[in-house]
């Protein structure tokens, strides 16, 4: 061997020694197993119902995939659907709302605690409580409170001689969705407030006092100086919150099964109960498409933001 064809083998393998103590080769046993498990099974998932949605599986029989030749017929008829477009209002009208609620429960809530207040550790902690608590349980919780002989509201209504204040909150069309969010709020507010909280001590005393001898009340205060200072912790909240939204199907399957009725039907029930309940898997993984698309919607505005601010 020549003195050439020598100094090429040790120059390939010093370079395959660098190539193998760099830290991606090193940090490759931490990193590539769950990435492979997520690509497979969460990325590999979303792709495959995204192809089941261009077929006519009903799930009696397998799929005939004819990807050379995309059949767009369940998204034609999901436009047509009038179920579909109920779901869907549903599903955006309890995002706006759920979300807006749940801001403005948990900032209240943190600016009443940051006061000092009484024993307000202890009602922090027992706020927090139901955050801990799955929608399943959550779910028999609320429907214990809401039913109309037994339940908490209507008996407390009815001690209060508000008789007329009484309703069947989850059997009437006009008001389930309420109900819906009321319970939500309840669940996902104490998340909201800690946050809230905690960015709350964050801000320098020495706004209160220069407030303070500007002549300021404690409401102006807030609302013109440290509310402002809480727009970072709002969006991150919100984009918390809205994923929780879209995922509120837990809580609606366990309250009314695969078929909350048009005042709560979401498209997370709709796509259940296609897929399950009537076997029409071709409509109900393109509503699982439908959804993905609105949770990515809801996502990325907030990955930008982060993205811009340097963060991501």
Sequence with gaps: MSILDEAKRQAKFAQFE???????????PFWLPPTLLIG???????TWSFVLSLTDFSGLALPEYQISQFDFEMYSR?????????????????LIVFTAACLFVGVLLAILLDQQLRFGKGFRTIYLLPFSLSFVVTGVIWTWMFNYNTGVINSLLRAAR???LTQYWLSNPSLVLVSVTIALVWQYSGYAMVIYLATLRTIPQEHYEAAEIDGASLITTYRKIIVPQLSSASVSIAVVVMVFALKAFSWLYTVFGDNPGPGADILGTMM???????????????LGTILFVLTITVLSPYLYWQYQRGEL
């Design 18 to 28: 660098r190539l193998r103590k760099s830290e991606l080769i090193r940090s490759m």
């Design 78 to 94: 999901m436009i047509s659907d009038a179920t579909f477009w109920n779901a869907t209002r549903n599903t955006v009208v309890l």
């Design 272 to 286: 259940y109960r296609e897929a399950f309940s009537a076997n029409q898997w071709a409509y109900g993984a393109a």
């Design 162 to 164: 508000l008789d007329f």
């Design 40 to 46: 497979v099974f969460v990325y590999g998932g979303i």
